[in-house]
């Protein structure tokens, strides 16, 4: 017989009871976990978690605004925006970049300057922003491109707006030029304002008024697909195209200026002497811009780096140059201003002074005899303002000339520019570390030493001559047109300097002294007078370029080109009431009455005879 076991009915009813007991506890404790979880993500993190699937599906694109175009003061266009088909490259979506520059080669074509511009872009770029590969497109290699773009994932053609300057290089001194931008602008900029933009202005006009020209960007919020196709446009704000420029520029008068200078080196500024509009503002060599905002291979910059004519120098707003005799119709009226330019000067065809045998030469070797200002304004006598100026004193010379903007900037609205050097005693003793000498004094009279000016501070000047004492503030810009705006707004002219207490009688001397340069059978500019029908006061300069010793001879023919003296040339015209005031400067020209003063008349020609 089997022995049967027992049933504890009430032991196993707690074992029963305690197991549910922990169950239910454990199932309470794993609800109530994934409550909280559900709790946090539902309330507390609700915002970053929608946040994040919207952005799945959701993309903000910025809108690029249009740049601002760029008028002469006729109406002329002298910078546009273009549409160009550009072929485009994301990196992180290329696997083998090599492989797909070969193959892309093989249907349009891309030269080493695109490819290694390419790689330069590479570097300063997001992976995932697209990098442009090669600009201008044409039609039909864009059709190649859609016949076989599906070879070639992360790779698209873009149609942009990009900036063109249909003048080239006759403006590019004016208006600068846009290029692409570099990391040291990125860290300055409004990175939002220019999410959508590659380029900026960088130099001259261009990055003068950058903030006007650029506008406000837009955006566009859509929703895409899973592959980052646009499925619909939710919401879109238009972007504010930049404001479009009138300048003073008249591009008729840019092209006589440009023509004129022909292959000479220098510069040549044309001011409107009552307003202090810049009518002309030509430096040349220069270079083409477009190259610049489509990017151009490092062979191509190299070569117009090491050019020794310089074509990237702007020489109008840069070029510091010794005025020579330019000054001497300045320092002249200083000398009468302080009653010291009433009597005759003997000229022998040198200077010296007391108890110094050193002799300060004449252009004129045999000498000019008994001379008065007039005369030595007419024919340029050095030896009368090298006594002048030893009268006068540097330190009446250097705050008489300031008054006419002499070491100062112009304060022209275009970026960049170089005062030239008015010296003085304390200058010297501050950068120098030296004393003052009388010698020094001397050939400042004569626009040589430590003095330089700019061909923009020198046609200022002459500006503030023609105006008899009042010079404005010279200025590129003439009106701005506001997107949406009907009248354009326009920019007053603005004082720069005004002499006071000026003697009107010996402001009368010295014009009438200028007016003999160009008019008189004697005058240094005799030669440009022909069949004129308008008055012009004038004054050549011829500046030196390198010292000559003591007993030695200039002999223009046995010196290098590059080291032989600059010509120049200041004027206005007509005399009783000036419409232009021009400085003209040719590198290494030699004579400013042979070489520059008719490069003036041509440029006066053409603005007076319209």
């Known amino acids: 017989m089997s022995r049967r076991d027992i049933k504890d009915h009430i032991r196993e009813s707690r074992k029963f009871n305690s197991r549910s007991a922990a169950a239910l506890v454990l199932v309470g404790a794993l609800v109530s976990v994934i409550f909280g979880r559900l709790v946090y993500l539902q309330v507390v993190d609700y915002e970053h978690y929608t946040t994040q699937a919207e952005n799945n599906r959701v993309k903000i694109i910025p809108i690029a605004p249009t740049r601002g175009l760029i008028y002469d003061r006729n109406g002329i266009i002298l910078a546009q925006n273009q549409t160009s088909f550009i072929l485009e490259v994301i990196p992180e979506k290329i696997s083998d970049l090599e492989v797909?520059?070969?193959?892309?080669?093989?249907?349009?074509?891309?030269?080493?300057?695109?490819?290694?511009?390419?790689r330069r872009d590479l570097k300063r770029q997001r992976r995932f922003d697209s990098v442009p590969l090669r600009y201008w497109l044409t039609d039909e290699e864009v059709a190649k491109f859609a016949v076989t773009g599906y070879r070639f994932p992360g790779v698209t053609i873009k149609a942009r707006l990009v900036r063109h300057y249909p003048h080239g290089l006759l403006t590019t001194h004016v208006l600068g030029y846009v290029a692409r931008i570099n990391q040291k602008e990125q860290k300055t900029i409004d990175v939002s304002n220019y999410s959508a933009t590659n380029h900026i202005g960088k130099t001259g006009v261009e990055k003068y008024y950058e903030k006007q020209l650029h506008g406000q960007v837009g955006y566009e919020k859509v929703?895409?697909?899973?592959?980052?196709?646009?499925?619909?446009?939710?919401?879109?704000?238009?972007p504010v195209a930049g404001d479009s420029l009138n300048l003073t520029i008249d591009i008729g008068l840019q092209i006589v200026a440009s023509e004129a200078l022909?292959?000479?080196?220098?510069?040549?500024?044309?001011?409107k002497p009552k307003t202090g509009e810049i009518l002309a503002f030509v430096s040349t060599p220069s270079y083409d811009p477009n190259q610049y905002v489509a990017g151009f291979g490092h062979a191509e910059y190299r070569a117009l780096l090491e050019s020794l004519d310089r074509p990237l120098f702007n020489r109008a707003l840069l070029g510091r140059y010794p005025p020579g005799s330019t000054i001497k119709p300045f320092i002249g009226l200083a000398g009468l201003e302080f009653n010291e330019a009433q009597q005759e000067v003997f000229c022998p065809g040198w200077f010296s002074l007391e108890g110094d045998d050193h002799r300060y030469r004449d252009w004129k070797k045999t000498g000019h005899g008994m001379t008065s200002l007039k005369k030595s304004i007419r024919e340029s006598c050095d030896v009368y303002f090298y006594d002048l100026a030893l009268r006068l004193g540097i330190d009446r010379i250097s705050p008489f000339m300031k008054q006419f903007g002499f070491g100062l900037l112009t304060e022209v609205d275009i970026s960049g520019e170089l005062s030239g050097l008015m010296p003085s005693r304390q200058w010297k003793r501050d950068k120098r570390q030296r004393i003052w000498f009388p010698g020094e004094t001397l050939i400042t009279g004569i626009g040589q030493g430590f003095m330089l000016s700019t061909p923009l501070q020198l046609a200022s000047s002459t500006a503030a001559l023609a105006n008899h004492g009042i010079q404005m503030k010279p200025y590129i810009v003439a009106s701005t047109s506001v997107a949406g705006r009907m009248a354009p707004i326009v920019k007053p002219p603005e004082l720069l300097h005004k002499i006071a207490d000026i003697d009107e009688g010996n402001m009368d001397y010295i014009i009438s002294a200028m007016r003999s340069v160009v008019h008189s059978p004697s005058g240094s500019a005799y030669k440009i007078s022909r069949n004129l029908t308008?008055?012009?006061?004038?004054?050549?300069?011829?500046a030196?370029?390198?010292?000559?010793?003591?007993?030695?001879?200039?002999?223009?023919?046995d010196i290098a080109e590059r080291l032989r003296d600059h010509a120049l040339f200041i004027a206005f015209a007509p005399i009783d009431d000036p419409q232009i005031a021009i400085a003209v400067v040719v590198e290494n020209g030699g004579s400013g009455g042979g070489v520059a003063a008719p490069i003036a008349r041509r440029v006066m020609d053409a603005y007076l005879k319209k």
């Not at 022909?262 to 001011?271: D, L, Q």
């Not at 030196?544 to 023919?557: D, L, P, R, T, W």
């Open 223 to 238: 929703e895409t697909n899973v592959q980052g196709r646009v499925l619909h446009v939710i919401e879109r704000k238009v």
């Open 100 to 118: 797909m520059l070969v193959e892309l080669r093989s249907i349009i074509a891309i030269s080493d300057a695109d490819v290694e511009r390419f």
């Open 544 to 557: 030196q370029v390198f010292g000559i010793k003591q007993g030695e001879v200039y002999v223009k023919e």
């Open 262 to 271: 022909g292959k000479h080196r220098g510069a040549v500024v044309a001011i």
């Open 534 to 542: 308008y008055d012009i006061a004038g004054k050549t300069g011829t």
